[in-house]
């Protein structure tokens, strides 16, 4: 059987890591598109080089055309600039704008029956405008943070409880900025509610607990600033690839995951026409379904401050 070709557009650092995984999964075959002369040909001549010592047999290729992409399969967007130390997500704003105009332009002509999955910031601003400027359907127009950040708060959890993060279960949803919500109901270690283990580890102090996963919640709100903080020339790019991965797979083999991801909202979680990180079934088809359940007074609270921040940056494009 034929296997998917995968575009990557954007051949930076989450763009070729993304190509390095999907290559090593043997998702399926990988073109990668950048504007840089040389770049996307470059790094996929490497990596291609790389497949008799790691044994997949794909065709990988790169182009500074965005026709290279012609007949993708699915299409994943980290064109852009990524953020500086004292930058915020938002001051992305203009200039990843402009790239987007352009490269979803690209996609609407070359890979028209694509599902596209956008990480570019500001990710629900970026999201939004691709799905404008395609036409898409939105079920196939797909926004990643939730994954990432859900990933980096089951982190802080596991380490904090010093058991494996394989066993943590955590969902962030929101927007993805600093005012993203982090359930913490939700956040459990094979079932077991991580506020319980937390109250045992403080013997029984659940006051003290409370604190510790306030700030677990914080340390995630803050987790990219926290990586941009420490690189200096750029932002996190191996977790945003494993992220992407995991969403790329999940449609590539119509796995049905139920996974935190920007979608387009249409009365969900109380929201109309804004896309918004919220739990999704992801298949074959993208976005097969919006899962809703009910939040709490406070997570409700929280989330409706977060969707406020994505009015603000949306409603400025
Ligand atoms: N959604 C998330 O969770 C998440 C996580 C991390 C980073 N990001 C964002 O992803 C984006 C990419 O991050 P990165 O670390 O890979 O940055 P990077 O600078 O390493 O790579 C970006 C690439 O985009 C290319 N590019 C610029 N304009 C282009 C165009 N018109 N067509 C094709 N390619 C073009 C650049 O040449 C560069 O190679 C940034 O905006 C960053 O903020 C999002
Ligand atoms: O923080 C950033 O600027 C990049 C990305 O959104 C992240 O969360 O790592």
């Known amino acids: 059987m034929a296997k998917p070709t995968i575009a990557l557009v954007g051949g930076g650092q989450i763009g070729a890591t993304i190509a390095q995984l999907a290559a090593q999964r043997i998702l399926g075959h990988v073109v990668l598109y950048d504007v840089v002369e040389g770049l996307p040909q470059g790094k996929t001549l490497d990596l291609a080089e790389a497949a008799p010592i790691v ?30 130390p004292g930058m915020r997500r938002a001051d992305l704003i203009e200039v990843n704008s402009r790239i987007m105009t352009s490269v979803a332009a690209g996609i609407k002509e070359h890979a028209p029956d694509a ?22 359907p939105p079920q196939r127009v797909i926004g990643m943070a939730g994954v990432l950040d859900s990933a980096r708060f089951a982190s802080f959890i596991a380490w904090e409880l010093g058991v494996s993060v394989r066993d943590i279960n955590a969902m ?44 677990l919640v914080t340390r995630t709100q803050n987790a990219g600033g926290e990586v941009v903080e420490l690189l200096k020339t750029g932002s996190a790019f191996y977790s945003p690839a494993a992220s992407a991965v995991a969403m790329v797979e999940a449609v590539l083999n119509d796995q049905k995951r139920l996974l935190p991801v920007c979608a387009l909202l249409n009365g969900e979680f109380g929201v109309n026409g804004y896309y918004v990180g919220v739990p999704c079934i992801l298949g074959a088809r993208g976005i097969e379904q919006i899962v809703e359940f009910d939040l709490t007074e406070e997570e409700q609270r929280m989330f409706d401050h977060s969707v406020d921040a994505v009015k603000k940056l949306v409603d400025s494009l």
């Open 55 to 84: 044994n997949f047999d794909l065709r990988i290729s790169g182009g500074n055309d965005i026709s290279c992409i012609a007949g993708a399969d699915i299409v994943v967007v980290t064109a852009g600039i990524a953020r500086k």
């Open 115 to 136: 599902i596209v999955i956008v990480l570019s910031n500001p990710l629900d601003a970026m999201v939004t405008l691709c799905q404008r400027i395609t036409g898409f």
């Open 172 to 215: 962030v949803l929101g927007g993805h900025g600093d005012a993203m919500v982090p359930i913490v109901r939700f956040a459990n270690v094979n079932g077991i509610p991580a506020m319980d283990l937390l109250t045992r580890k403080y013997d029984g102090d659940r006051a003290k607990a409370q604190q510790v996963m306030n700030d």
